[in-house]
């Protein structure tokens, strides 16, 4: 393999890509071989299927490649996230799960008759095992050539996994119906399978096993299929962020405006930025003046006005007016660049979450061998013949394979994930489910998460006719487009349904509006506005203005023909649903915190509304995460619930993230859980749906070993036939998929 990545010098750090894994033990004999290396510090992700390394003295980059693939898979340095049209003109990527999808899809069409023919002697016509065999060979060959090749992969390496116990059992089962067939007695015309369960010693030669090879195989393809589409979207957020900006940005160059890639921009370039565009990076305002709405990165949910000499990020919202832009970072500089590594950074440092049945599989696996091994030895020297002693050692394999095991998880899951799509709630994949069990704090972002996320018009306060307030401050509002103002227009909309058109119309820049609506000369802004006509807010106004801005509300003046008349308070408005939310949580044991880069006012505002005594507020998007981690510092397993691109990191370090499904890609991307709905409500019901299917995957594994388990001594001494082996097997599969089922019965609170 090549690579073109530098030698290192003293010391460096490099995340690589690695490729081959099929279960957790793999990411850990990885780990422990970069570990051993001199001056190496290595953590192997199996869930992200990547290695962040940090390595000093000799060592280099090319050198950590040769011990991953010495070690039996592939490794590679990641290729560099691009921004902008970088991000969205490249080619479509390849559908990594087609060759899976389609193994599965051939074991699962040729082993339900192969299945059926061995189950029901009512199928059984006078060549039947002739055409099992024929539809049987297909499936242990190309569809388990995963299984084998990994097993061989292993053994090479002196190590054995669940892939190890699936190849050697799938080919043994084979390749004894193989020798029944054409050595055996097997092979005669009319030879039937009588389902029985007896427990008799057998030679074997009569039978045959195909259904067992076929079954284990579609089963455990299955589980490797749903978990490898669950494993697929874990970069999923940090493309989401990437694709958050501009693609393209109008530049000024030699006085003229020239349309070029976001990825073409340089440092010192000027740029245009109109009303309603994205700004394509961070920079510095040159000319101009404008409301930009930053929410979707700061969490803040009022506009914050920009004039010359501001400084501005990339992917926000121009709002309002002309700008021309300076830009002062590019590429992977920018504010929003460095959240998607700070997303990729938090992803990345996650424990891999290691499935029970992987955990045991280093002991289970092994012992397994050992056993039908021994058993073989043991037959052959009692001089109870080679036949004899190789049934029982087939016996064990097959009744150890572990069929139920492979449809532990993901039946649980599919059946788990189905009820919460129901009830809008999306489950990722299994590896979140054990986060949900220990989590005890959950930090609710409150843009858009307690609180709609829009500016509403809350309340009205004035001496003279509401509706009369109203109309005129609705009419000159609605022709302007800042939100605020876009807010009080919405408002006056929804009580009057008509709005009359307001004449001589001006935007004063960070102040208001005026104008004339029905030969009233009309001005709606802040204070300092009425100011400069003179006009003064009397004593009851202002100290309702006080108050609503005490209260972390936006406080809005209403003046025409001289006077003032009213005061609007316009804020982000908690939903009705929120403080419910929070007392289900507190049900579940868990303690709330409200976080936010909103205002201290406006946060313990919204917190006393709806019942939470924690407030952390004012926080940049690089500060959530600082407070996540050092809530986990602290010993407590954290939840986060959000929905903008300022909590995707926050969401992705967490241990357990819920996004809110009206929020943005990034957001739901980076989650663990997503509340399809937006309903915090939700939040409460995802947590007790994830707990339950967890509760349903343990005592699954637990009941698909303890089958195998009280089955092996039976078939060690030779007491347990390969067919009645296979039932056994058959039916403790049944069994897990009727516990999966119980999951459909979930209720929502």
């Not at 080619?91 to 087609?98: A, R």
């Not at 055409?131 to 569809?143: E, I």
């Not at 299917?693 to 698909?704: K, P």
Request: hydrophobic letters at 50%; one cysteine or more.
């Amino acid at each position: 393999m090549t690579t073109t990545a530098p030698e290192a010098t003293a010391a460096g750090r490099v995340e690589l890509a690695i490729g081959g894994m099929t279960c957790a033990s793999c990411a850990a004999r990885i780990e422990k071989k970069l570990n051993r290396m001199d001056g190496v510090t290595a953590t192997v992700n199996y869930a992200t299927e990547k290695a962040q390394v940090t390595y000093t003295g000799e060592v280099t980059v090319p050198d950590l490649i040769a011990t991953v693939e010495a070690t039996g898979y592939t490794a590679r340095e990641p290729q560099p996230a691009v921004t902008g049209s970088g991000a969205a003109g490249g080619p479509s990527e390849p559908d990594e799960l087609l060759p899976l999808r389609q193994r599965l899809v051939t074991a699962v069409v040729l082993a339900v008759p192969v299945i059926v023919m061995a189950m029901v002697p009512a199928a059984q016509f006078e060549y039947w095992q002739w055409l099992s065999l024929t539809l049987a060979a297909p499936v242990v060959t190309y569809a388990a050539w995963p299984f084998h090749k990994a097993a061989w992969t292993n053994a090479r390496h002196g190590a054995a996994t669940m892939d190890t116990l699936i190849s050697v059992g799938t080919i043994a089962a084979f390749a004894w119906s193989l020798w029944a067939l054409f050595l055996g007695t097997a092979g005669t015309p009319g030879m039937t399978h009588p389902f029985e369960l007896t427990i008799a010693r057998s030679d074997g030669a009569g039978n045959i096993y195909l259904e067992a090879a076929a079954g284990v195989t579609a089963f455990i393809l299955a589980g490797r299929y749903f978990e490898a589409r669950s494993k697929r979207r874990a970069g999923a957020a940090l493309k989401a962020l990437l694709e958050l900006g501009a693609k393209e940005v109008t530049v000024l160059r030699g006085g003229r405006e020239e349309l070029i890639p976001v990825g073409d921009l340089k440092a010192g370039d000027r740029f245009l930025v109109r009303p309603g565009e994205k700004i394509a990076t961070d920079g510095v305002v040159v000319e101009g003046t404008s409301a930009v709405d930053a929410s979707m990165l700061t969490g803040e949910s009022v506009p914050v006005e920009v004039g010359v000499g501001d400084p501005v990020t990339g992917a926000t919202l121009n709002a309002g007016g002309r700008l021309v832009v300076e830009a002062t970072r590019v590429g992977a500089d920018t504010q929003l660049a460095r959240m998607a590594k700070m997303v990729e950074d938090a992803q990345n440092g996650k424990a891999a979450a290691q499935r029970l049945a992987d955990r045991i599989s280093g002991v289970f696996v092994p012992v397994v061998i050992a056993l039908a091994l021994g058993t073989l030895g043991f037959w052959l020297g009692s001089g109870e013949g080679l036949t004899a002693a190789f049934t029982a050692a087939v016996a064990v394999l097959i009744i150890a394979c572990p069929c139920a095991l492979g449809l532990a998880t993901p039946t649980a899951l599919m059946v788990g994930t189905g009820r919460g799509a129901q009830l809008g709630i999306l489950i990722k994949g299994p590896e979140v489910l054990e986060s949900t069990r220990k989590v005890d704090t959950i930090v609710l972002d409150k843009t858009g998460t307690v609180t709609t996320g829009r500016m509403t018009l809350l309340a009205v306060h004035t001496h003279e006719d509401e509706a009369e307030v109203l109309r005129l401050a609705g009419a000159l509002e609605h022709a302007s487009e800042h939100p605020i103002a876009q807010a009080v227009a919405a408002g006056a909309l929804e009580k009057l349904g008509a709005l009359p058109a307001p004449e001589d119309f001006a935007n004063i820049a960070g102040l208001g509006v005026q104008g004339v609506v029905d030969g009233h000369a009309v001005l709606v802004g802040r204070e300092r506005l009425l100011a400069e006509w003179a006009i003064e807010l009397p004593a009851e106004l202002q100290r309702a203005k006080h108050e609503a801005e005490a209260a972390g509300r936006t406080a809005i003046a209403v003046a025409w023909d001289g006077e003032a008349r009213a005061v609007l308070e316009v804020a982000d408005a908690v939903k009705d649903t929120s403080a419910e939310a929070v007392r289900r949580l507190r049900a579940l044991g868990l303690t709330p915190i409200l976080l936010t880069g909103d205002n201290r006012a406006v946060a313990e505002a919204v917190a006393a509304e709806v019942g939470i005594d924690e407030v952390i507020a004012e926080v940049l998007p690089e500060d959530k995460v600082a407070v996540v981690k050092r809530l986990q510092d602290e010993g407590r397993s954290v939840a986060m619930v959000g929905d903008g691109v300022n909590d995707a990191a926050a969401l992705a370090q967490a241990d357990l993230g819920l996004a809110m499904g009206t929020g943005t890609d990034a957001a739901i991307e980076a989650g663990d859980l997503t509340l399809v709905r937006g309903d915090l409500r939700v939040a409460a019901d995802a947590i007790r749906l994830a707990r339950k299917t967890l509760g349903t995957i343990r005592s699954n594994l637990f009941w698909a070993f303890a089958y195998n388990v009280a089955a092996l001594p039976l078939a060690a001494a030779g007491l347990l036939n390969p067919m009645i082996a296979g039932a056994a097997m058959a039916f403790s599969s049944v069994f897990v998929v009727g516990n999966s089922l119980r999951l459909r019965r979930f209720k929502a609170a």
